[in-house]
């Protein structure tokens, strides 16, 4: 099991607009750390991963012996943006349904006091939605489906309060789901201010998982 952990998290300059953290064609520099299973795992800017441009992000766990719940994780530190209200979104694509157990979209949101957590996971099998509740579970998201065919692009995000750290709504495939007033999880105590970006993809039974990302974007919400 590899586990690569960052020393210094995050630069000190946003390197965008100040209400906007993150804004990634993944055709540049990779600035991921992974970690999870290991072996011969797979997380780097691809042609093949791309929707846009030259290149998108890829994940593959691991080919050799691989087992139900192989775990590729990819973590990328973002400063803290002047908006308040803030919109995580990414388009994504899966080659192959079967071969993935779960699909995880997680922020962690460190104020400089407290650290929560909000995350998104779609369980495969159903295509099914559900988000981080405030008691570390997962909550279906009623009416809520990712029911792409395989190699088809979806969009998926969601939007947070950083001043109550509450969900504002939840959106997939150009649907928005409202979850106004929801408390994110609240996780343990932290003097760290910044916003822990993690990519987790779990192995189903007919592994090996793989997920294409591009055009990543955290910044101004933009509205309901």
């Not at 994780?73 to 157990?101: E, F, H, I, M, N």
Request: include cysteine.
């Amino acid at each position: 099991m590899r586990d690569h952990r960052q020393a210094s998290p995050f630069a000190a300059d946003l390197q965008f607009d100040p209400d906007v953290a993150l804004l990634d064609d993944c055709s540049g520099t990779f600035v991921w750390t992974a970690s999870g299973t290991g072996g011969d795992d797979v997380h780097d800017h691809a042609t093949s991963a791309a929707l846009t441009g030259t290149h998108g992000l890829r994940l593959l766990t691991r080919s050799t012996a691989s087992a139900e719940n192989d775990l590729l994780t990819l973590d990328r530190w973002l400063p803290w943006p002047t908006a308040q209200r803030l919109c995580l979104a990414t388009r994504s694509q899966c080659p192959s349904w079967a071969g993935v157990k779960y699909w995880y979209l997680y922020l962690n949101v460190y104020n400089g006091t407290r650290q929560y957590t909000a995350a998104l996971r779609i369980s495969a099998a159903t295509r099914i939605l559900s988000y981080r509740d405030a008691a570390g579970g997962q909550t279906t998201i009623t009416g809520a489906t990712v029911a792409n065919a395989d190699a088809a692009w979806f969009n998926l995000g969601f939007c947070l309060d950083l001043d109550t750290l509450c969900y504002l709504n939840a959106r997939a495939n150009g649907s928005s789901y409202d979850l106004a007033g929801t408390p994110c999880h609240n996780t343990a105590a932290t003097s760290t201010r910044g916003l822990l970006l993690r990519l987790f993809l779990y192995a189903s039974a007919a592994g090996p998982a793989a997920m294409f990302l591009d055009n990543l974007y955290a910044g101004s919400y933009d509205g309901p």
